[in-house]
């Protein structure tokens, strides 16, 4: 049973930063691309950093040189460190594997304000 659970939320001011752990089970997670995504409220999902599974990473124009995506493929692990937050980066984050029909986890909140 595949399973995607994502943590490390919360509330952080403007220029703080968090990272965030997304625990996967029940995949061949060396064999993915991961991807992290976000939902602000009224909008739709965006895709924000991704991994391939040769470590390569590409990032949406919004997060480039804030956010920084990694995995450890040891533990089924994808993080994100996020930086200089900016209170248009509040939103619900998620992570998943590209291409797939993995269910998605419940994701992590994430809230940027003074």
């Known amino acids: 049973q595949v399973q995607l659970v994502e943590s490390g939320g919360g509330l952080v001011q403007p220029g703080g930063s968090l990272r965030l752990s997304c625990a996967t089970s029940?995949?061949?997670?060396?064999?993915?691309?991961m991807a992290w995504y976000r939902q602000a409220p009224g909008r739709q999902r965006e895709e924000v950093a991704v991994?391939?599974?040769?470590?390569?990473?590409t990032y949406a124009e919004s997060v480039k040189g804030r956010f920084t995506i990694s995995r450890d493929n040891a533990k089924n692990t994808v993080y994100l460190q996020m930086n200089s937050l900016k209170p248009e980066d509040t939103a619900v984050y998620y992570c998943n594997a590209k291409l797939s029909n993995f269910p998605w986890g419940q994701g992590t909140q994430v809230t940027v304000s003074s």
């Open positions: 029940g995949i061949i997670f060396r064999a993915y691309t």
């Open positions: 991994i391939f599974y040769g470590g390569a990473t």
